[in-house]
């Protein structure tokens, strides 16, 4: 996993979530909707009753059993005249019902409903109905869970397609424009068009990048700010050794003409003065020279 390039990895991370999610819907509903399914069939039984029950009251017996027979044959749901049973404890029901009285999953559902005869006499309607929850349950779950599934399953590929393709798409922005960005393109930006993390991330590297571009320009001014004080540091050294060369050849040649008294140099009080000034003259192209060279201490406000 870890050697996977950003979209085959965003795809399986997004598409392993979305199906587990997918699964444990469809168990969830696999295992609920038996009860669901028994409470339905409760209220159908319930409602089937009450409305057949209405029907038949104030009719014959014959035609009862008769019409509750030829229900009976088209109808989940069995329905009898209730014979009499002197044990109010028991329930009794008909012999073709369908029903296995030994299943752990299978629901006996019945309803009993009092009804009045033409002659005037009581009689209970019953009303039977069987529901084998798990059977029914997985029966119906077949028909529609492996298309509801299946569906389900596409639709994450999508999405899983889609989300990982965007974010692909925006790390390969990224990297091809900090590229150009690294050739110091100044024209190169990235295109922000949100305001979520990854919006304020592109923000953020175009930030950096103005103000590296920035930070360029400024050491490239000082740069030849420095580039032209250094030739001027180089002119004014090369000006002042000529300056320095010329009043002490001339002092040497004073002092040995004074120290051998040739010619005219015998005057020494004459030419001692002169000594002084060439030398006063020295001290200060020194001092300049001095100055110059402690500018290499400056602070940058200070040497500008």
Known sequence: MEKLKIFPKMFIQIFS????????VHLLVFFIFPKTYLETRKEEVYNKANEISSIMNGKEIKYIEQTLELYS?????????????????????????DANLESNSNSLIIEEREIKLNDGKKTYLQFVSTADMQKDAKDLSLKFLPYSLLISILFSTIISLIYAKLIK????????????????????????????????LKQQINDLYSTL???IDDLEFKNKEILKLEKLKYDFFKGASHELKTPLASLKIILENMKYNIGKYK???????ECIEIVDSLTKNIS?????????????????
């Open 17 to 24: 979530v979305l199906g587990i999610i997918i699964i444990l």
């Open 73 to 97: 044959k088209s109808s989940e749901i069995k329905a009898f005249i209730k014979e009499r049973n002197n044990n109010n404890n028991e329930i009794q029901i008909k012999d073709n019902i």
């Open 169 to 200: 798409n925006n790390v390969q922005e990224i990297q091809i424009v900090t590229d150009k960005m690294m050739k110091l393109d100044k024209k190169i930006r990235l295109e922000v068009s949100s305001n979520d993390e990854v919006g304020e």
């Open 213 to 215: 571009l920035r930070t």
């Open 267 to 273: 005057e020494r009080d004459i030419y001692i003065n």
């Open 288 to 304: 300049q020279i001095l100055s110059v060279h402690s500018i290499e201490n400056l602070n940058n406000d200070e040497e500008y």
